[in-house]
Nanobody
Framework: QVQLVESGGGLVQAGGSLRLSCAKS????????MGWFRQAPGKEREFVATITYSGENTYYADSRKYRFAISRDNAKNPVYLQMNSLKPEDTAVYYC????????????????WGQGTQVTVSS
């Protein structure tokens, strides 16, 4: 079983930055890729970014490629999502995800979810 705990969400003005963290715990021998999805009110959960177990490869949703950056130092450390130049339309609950495949860009590919962290961008 894998547990994922996000942190770092909050309220920020448009143009600002936030860094989300996702800590993974639990006993598992599977080398999960890690990623982030988000869900705005009234919308479906959508893919944001993902990174391989080793941290060597990343993949982004095209619209976030130049403002967001996913990273991890190694498989035992948290996964981060650095978000820059935030816009009001980035407002959503951001979910950490662990997946067996890479890149996992659909929700049905996710094996484990975190509880989510709220990001609110004011105009």
């Amino acid at each position: 079983q894998v547990q994922l705990v996000e942190s770092g969400g909050g309220l920020v003005q448009a143009g600002g930055s936030l860094r989300l963290s996702c800590a993974k715990s639990g006993r598992t021998f599977f080398r999960y890729a890690m990623g982030w999805f988000r869900q705005a009110p009234g919308k479906e959960r959508e893919f944001v970014a993902t990174i391989t177990y080793s941290g060597e490869n990343t993949y982004y949703a095209d619209s976030r490629k130049y403002r967001f950056a996913i990273s991890r130092d190694n498989a035992k450390n948290p996964v981060y999502l650095q978000m820059n130049s935030l816009k009001p339309e980035d407002t959503a609950v951001y979910y950490c995800a662990a997946a067996r495949d890479f890149p996992a860009v659909v929700t049905t590919s996710v094996a484990y979810w975190g509880q989510g962290t709220q990001v609110t961008v004011s105009s």
